[in-house]
T-cell receptor
């Protein structure tokens, strides 16, 4: 079946550095990509929605200059956490689908720890 | 606005008990999808079911069953004869047709004791 590969599965970085998270759809064309953030014991909070070739639509309160989303192709979307700080430590999950009626597929998540 | 409410934060049952997880949603969209996902401690999301707004038929899949009632905006999930492996956080989610956003409820932590 369809698979979404998210990489890396975990990353530790120093405060002030940038981290890139990749989300690849392996056997389907991902027209829409959703990026979520999950703090421990909390729900998944939608950060942004991106459509291939277009700028991402960010949710209220999410800094677009801090969380850069690129969806340049139908198989790859990236989330870059710029100038990371300890409060950015979280679990980030991507989700993608083809058309609106297509199933949603989730990556396995990236656990980011900023020291 | 879209909203998903899972009023039960944590539920603890003993193995073989039946348990129902509640989900109430709000949306102005006439077309939408409802989902249930399971999140074990490892963190990945496991898809359980998707139901569109025009299909109110209840569904049964093994020990799992779902009761969708548009009149009460509810999409409840029942696990029959629970097992320890069912222990996880369960999320209900809503994808609105007009908004194109998948919104999650706050989740219910299910602990099944042996």
């Amino acid at each position: 079946g369809a698979v979404v590969s998210q990489h890396p599965s975990w990353v530790i970085c120093k405060s002030g550095t940038s981290v890139k998270i990749e989300c690849r759809s392996l056997d389907f064309q991902a027209t829409t990509m959703f990026w979520y953030r999950q703090f421990p014991k909390q729900s998944l909070m939608l950060m942004a929605t991106s459509n291939e070739g277009s700028k991402a639509t960010y949710e209220q309160g999410v800094e677009k200059d801090k969380f850069l989303i690129n969806h340049a192709s139908l198989t790859l979307s990236t989330l870059t956490v710029t100038s990371a700080h300890p409060e950015d430590s979280s679990f980030y999950i991507c989700s993608s689908r083809g058309s609106y009626n297509s199933p949603l597929h989730f990556g396995n998540g990236t656990r980011l720890t900023v020291t | 606005a879209q909203k998903v409410t899972q009023a039960q934060t944590e539920i603890s049952v003993v193995e073989k008990e039946d348990v129902t997880l509640d989900c109430v949603y709000e949306t102005r969209d006439t077309t939408y999808y409802l989902f249930w996902y399971k999140q074990p401690p490892s963190g990945e999301l496991v898809f359980l079911i998707r139901r569109n707004s025009f299909d109110e038929q209840n569904e049964i899949s093994g020990r799992y069953s779902w009761n969708f009632q548009k009149s009460t905006s509810s999409f409840n999930f029942t696990i029959t004869a629970s097992q320890v492996v069912d222990s996880a956080v369960y999320f209900c989610a809503l994808l609105g047709g007009a908004t194109n956003k998948l919104i999650f409820g706050t989740g219910t932590l299910l602990a099944v004791q042996p």
